[in-house]
């Protein structure tokens, strides 16, 4: 139905030669574009329906290895050093953190259950998630500042994606908190 979708009512004229913009996308969520055109006799051709999941532009993504399995110096180079406290008080269990990243990088940082990521195979995918996902809490990162984690358990760690100032990303680092209780364990 018209309501459950927008619908753009558009003339062969009024087509931009360099493509349709659609803002307002959710990351990692799927969409269908459908076109049709209405015929001079009134009638509609068939629907072209194109499926795509928009990805967030990441650059030239900086992975942790080389296609050889080594580490790759890019990446040792941008690694930000994370600091965890884990306090745990009966069921619950909270981590405060701090994260310096090396000058000329900025960073976003987040701590999750690693059950999050099942459904996100690589690298991309992950860094993605942390960037996008609405139902974590994600905290730029800012020198010198704590950010904490109530309620953490078992499998949670904190997650850290870096940008360079050419806008490119990196695999993002992980700090392993090995949690062994919490609330619900």
């Known amino acids: 139905t ?3 979708y927008y619908m753009n009512k558009v003339t062969a004229a009024e087509l931009p030669a360099d493509g349709i ?10 969409y269908y574009f ?6 001079t ?9 194109l499926s795509f999941t928009p990805e967030m532009d990441l650059g030239n993504f900086i992975y942790a290895t080389d296609d050889n ?3 790759n110096a890019a990446w040792v180079a941008a690694k930000p050093v994370v600091t965890a406290n884990v306090q745990t008080v009966g069921d619950f269990t909270t981590v405060t953190w701090n994260v310096t990243v090396p ?27 942390v960037l996008t996902y609405p139902y974590i809490d994600v905290f730029d990162v800012v020198a010198g500042e704590n950010y904490s984690q109530f309620y953490a358990s078992k499998g949670y760690n904190v997650y850290t994606v870096v940008c360079d100032a050419e806008g490119n990303y990196y695999e993002t680092y992980v700090t392993e908190l090995n949690i062994t209780g919490g609330f619900g364990v």
């Open 2 to 4: 018209p309501s459950s």
């Open 21 to 30: 913009e659609m803002t307002g996308l959710t990351v990692g969520s799927p």
């Open 34 to 39: 459908v076109v049709a055109a209405k015929l």
């Open 41 to 49: 006799d009134g009638t509609y051709t068939k629907a072209t329906i």
């Open 69 to 71: 399995g080594n580490e």
């Open 103 to 129: 000058e000329g990088f900025v960073a976003k940082t987040a701590c999750f259950s690693e059950d999050y990521l099942t459904d996100y195979p690589t690298a991309k995918d992950k860094v993605q998630f």
